[in-house]
């Protein structure tokens, strides 16, 4: 939820966090010994049918209850979960129904330390899974160039549905995040990386392991640093006190020290330990996120007041239209090649330019040094992978479909 001083916003992080945290994850061992079971076998099954018949009534009393309603372990529901008792430490009826899970329950084998190890990347606010390393802000914009710019547009300023990466001076942005189209004002909150990311290392994170869209975690650890370093630059962040200019270096100790603008802007604070008890209080407090009552019907007397739109558009050219029908194939037209649509809903976000460093179909000159090689390798390339082309492109599509798109590639590139 991001703070505004006309009207508190609902953020999608927060949201998650309602769902995640109203599960009742968090029951004590004394709640475990409130619930348990009884020893003998006899009053076992009884406990267990009377636990389950309570579990249903409890969540039935939760959903319809107001601020009163309580976790088995006596913590407040978050405002819309629904939650069970626990029993042996063991969420829902499934868990105190002993006829459903009799049967041994295969678990898997341990994950082995290198395992584990592959598996942890994630880079955490105070540095965690941050390694040493360093970029400078000129070697980020020449990677940028060649591996960000057909997705994020020039200087990060988007590209169709891919974001922008900045919208300018992220402390000037960061302003705009209380803005609402209230009033005749038509200006909305501008959020980029800059003005409403609150850590930068989810930046760093996001960049290694997702980035660029055709190789992940292809990037170096210091090509990372420099395409950070240049994101920051066209934001216009500082780093302890010192722009992050044209000539800036970054390595692991300044990254340390940035401090995003919107640092502070959300709420309630779900970081930390204390992070659900803050969700909880602050889910308590309907005034924090209503108008202070709870209503879920008849909340009003009277008609309802239906907002006109003020600022209608209007002179399209051509004027809109419902009509969804394909227009008519002219009568000359060239039968459509079976790859065709495959590999524009596949393949041409990486095949479309040369920006990825894949042959550009069209260009007949990079197609000419492809088809130096026989067929069947070219085949086996796109199937099986090469070097930044993931195997079939990532997709699921079956080994003749792929050979139908790269034939179209082949015709179109002739």
Known sequence: MFKSYHKKIISSAVVASVVLLGTACNASTETDKKVET??????????????ASSSAGVAKAEV?????RTYANSKKVIDGGVTYPITNSKTGAYAVNENAHKAAVHFGKTATANEQ???????????TGLPEGSGSVEDGEELYEEKCVSC?????????????????NAYEMQKTMVNQRVGGNDEGP??????YWQEASTLWWYIKTGMPHPAPMSLTDDEV??????????????????LVDDEYVLDRAKFLKIEMPNKDGFEPNVDGPNGPDNVRAYFDNVSNYGNGTRCMKDCFEGKAKVQKIKMAIS?????????????AAPKDAKPVHPG????????????????????????????????????????????NGKNGMPPKGGTSLDDDKIKEIINYMIQESK
């Open 225 to 242: 640093y420099a395409i950070s370093a240049y994101i920051l630059n066209i934001n216009e962040i500082e780093i302890d006190g010192v």
């Open 152 to 168: 994020h547009g020039d200087f990060g300023a988007g590209s169709g549905s891919y974001p922008k990466l900045t919208a300018g």
């Open 190 to 195: 501008k959020r980029t990386f800059g003005s």
């Open 340 to 383: 065709k649509a495959a590999y524009e809903k596949k393949c041409s976000l990486c095949h479309a330019t040369d920006a990825m460093g894949a042959p550009e179909v069209g260009n007949k000159e990079a197609w000419t040094k492809v088809l130096k090689q026989d067929l069947d390798t070219i085949y086996s390339n796109a199937i």
């Open 315 to 327: 002179g399209f050219e051509p004027p809109l239209s419902i009509e969804k029908s394909l227009p």
């Open 117 to 127: 190890k592959a598996w942890n990347i994630d880079v955490m606010p105070d540095g």
């Open 64 to 68: 319809s209850n107001s601020v009163k």
């Open 38 to 51: 009884p020893k003998a076998e006899s009053k076992k099954v009884v406990a267990s049918k009377a636990t």
